[in-house]
């Protein structure tokens, strides 16, 4: 089975295919990911395992970035939010859906709850190795 990854960054500019790619083009995604001013991650769509998030996203739940890399998604998940999260879930890496967007409840380190609005998309044919 090929894992897939889930993150919640929209590009809204598409290059075309005849332009020249920049050769520092992961370096680009490094520092647009890093400095946004919303909390982004990456999971794997198959555990729901972090693979990579931002210092925001790390700063609203109230774990390290080593932290948030050891857990997934469904245990920050409110537990009232959980099933509609993962169907949403299970649609899109289905290909019935291309995006989803929710408001649902994490549960911050401290255990209080945080109110998120969430919108997560397939980033098919990402290398996650270019810039772990």
Not at 11 to 19: M, Y
Not at 26 to 52: C, D, I, M, N, S
Not at 107 to 115: D, I
Request: with cysteine; aromatic share 10%.
């Amino acid at each position: 089975m090929r894992t897939q990854f889930a993150c919640a960054m929209k590009a809204t500019a598409r290059t075309d295919p005849g332009e020249p790619r920049s050769p520092d083009a992961a370096g680009l995604f490094r520092a647009v990911f890093e400095q946004a001013a919303v909390g982004v991650a990456q999971t794997e769509t198959a555990t729901g395992r972090y693979f990579r998030v931002n210092q925001r996203y790390c700063d609203m739940v109230g774990y390290s970035r080593e932290e948030m890399e050891r857990l997934d998604f469904q245990t920050l998940t409110h537990p009232d939010d959980l099933a509609a999260d993962l169907d949403n879930l299970r649609r899109l890496v289905a290909g019935e859906i291309r995006e989803f967007s929710m408001a649902k409840r994490y549960r911050h380190k401290e255990g209080r709850v945080v109110w998120v609005n969430l919108t997560v998309l397939l980033c098919p044919g990402f290398n996650v190795t270019r810039w772990k």
